[in-house]
């Protein structure tokens, strides 16, 4: 139904329709003045004729030099042509001038079209000087109408000229019925040339709605072609719309990304406030348990609970210990909020990191002795890269103290290099239980504790490895953990040299 609708509407239909309307409608509109018009027209156009044929013979009478033969001939091809019988007869009744031979037929005839009327319906004037008078006159006898100019000419003589009128109606008959005939032609033509014509018009216009239906379904694949190489405003309204479907693709295009670019900033920004929300509260939980220490102690030591001098210092000791962890875990987020945050960039140049990973084991020989790990790193030679040295350090230190924490077993670590083409990679091992598979990208988190009762025993914040993983990002370096058999080991790379790295920043 919805197609047949369209078919109706379609411009190819209403130009068919238009153009058969067209001449169908001028085809009736020639026959209905043919049939209206066309006796009256021809009427006065006979009697312009009488009218000029009375003239006609007047200037031949008045010529009789040479120009006599030129108006003989004038009224001779104006009576042929319009059928005009003349009769010119003298005062004393001779005839001096003919259109036929057979002269007392006609002088009888013209008697008995103007004498011969029963009454005035059968004579109307139509039109009437004081040299001669035209006359409609119907003849009973032949029953058909005329028209009869009769008068005096300059020299006396009388004059008398006839026209038959019954033609013409007969003729408008004639021409009607020719007219119906080559107006049905006409219009069966026009049909056809209507068709192809309007086909060839609207088929770039079917193009072009085709084009514009698949945009509307967000499809710019389709582009027009034009059928002939001259173009006309349909072609020009398809090289804009071909321009049209690009703009719009380009545009889509640009918004598609940009509403992906909210979209991220969007999730972005959701997570920041997660990330807010869970940072307030792993600060709060972190910080409510040294607090509380300390509030007690402090509140004991007020109260004299033990006034025994070792009661006293261990009291102290507990307060100092709890006070130092929290400015441990303050200045570490500090760190990690200066480095989201690109408030700490980083300052590269090339240093030797087996000077500086040998200081830092240095620092820490108290802490290993204590807890009775062997260390290893017996790579004494020299191996510069480019990094920020006071961040990579941090590293260093953040990897050797989880190691310390969590050796186990044997309790040994070992630190050592492996080069990888232009980078090198820095790994630290211990001894000990491994790491979930699952937790492996989990540890990265802040605050995140694998083993919550044994990081809380050495006083452990879970920010440490978020720092390292925070450096790692602003060297555009990689990071990460593996599983051992017998223990954990985590690694770090960085760029040998200062090539690689603005090849990198590229």
Known sequence: MRIKHAYKQSITTQICITIIVLITGTVLLCWFLNTTFLDDYYRVMKVSQLTEGYYLIN???????????????????????????????????????????????????????????????????VRATESYSIQQVKDSRMASDYLVLWGTLDDGNLVMMRTALEGIRESVVIANRFLGYIGMCAVLLCTVIA??????????????????????????????????????????LGLHMNQLSQTLEQVISELKTANNQLQSDIKKKEEIDQMRKEFLSNVSHELKTPLALIQGYAEGLKECINDDEQSR??????????????????????????????????????????????????????????????????????TDVWA?????????????????????????????????????????????????????????????????????????????????????????????????????????????????????EC
């Open 59 to 125: 200037q031949n009478i008045q010529n009789e030099d040479d120009t006599a033969d030129y108006y003989d001939v004038e009224l001779e091809r104006l009576c042929a042509n319009g059928n005009i019988d003349l009769l010119i007869i003298s005062a004393d009744g001779t005839v001096v001038r003919s259109s036929t031979n057979d002269n007392i037929y006609l002088i009888k005839q013209f008697m008995d079209v103007l004498f011969g009327g029963k009454d005035d319906e059968d004579r109307r004037t």
């Open 195 to 236: 068709i192809f014509l309007t086909r060839r018009i609207t088929l770039p216009i079917r193009q072009l709605t085709d084009i514009s239906r698949k945009m509307t379904q967000l499809d710019f694949t389709a582009k027009y072609v034009a059928p002939s190489p001259d173009r006309n405003e349909i072609d020009l």
């Open 313 to 382: 210092d261990f009291y102290c000791e507990v307060i100092m210990d709890e006070a130092g962890k929290m400015n441990q875990m303050v200045h570490k987020l500090l760190t990690l909020n200066q480095l989201e945050f690109g408030n700490n960039p980083a300052t590269m140049g090339r240093f030797d990191i087996t000077e500086l990973i040998y200081g830092v084991v240095q620092n820490s020989m108290l802490l290993l002795q204590q807890n009775e790990i062997e260390i290893e790193f017996d790579n004494l030679v020299p």
């Open 388 to 504: 920020d040295a006071f961040l990579i350090e941090a590293v260093v230190t953040n990897y050797l103290s989880n190691a310390i924490h969590y050796a186990a077993g044997e309790k040994k670590i070992r630190i050592f290099y492996e080069n990888r083409d232009e980078r090198l990679r820095v790994s630290v091992f211990n001894t000990g239980d491994c790491i979930p598979e699952s937790e492996h990208e989990k540890i990265w988190m802040k605050f995140y504790k694998v083993d919550k009762a044994r990081t809380r025993a050495y006083g452990g914040s879970g920010i440490g490895l978020s720092v390292v993983h925070a450096i790692m990002e602003l060297h555009h370096q990689s990071c990460g953990v593996i599983n051992h058999p017998d223990g954990v080991e985590f690694w770090f790379e960085l760029d040998k040299n200062s090539v690689a790295l603005d090849a990198k």
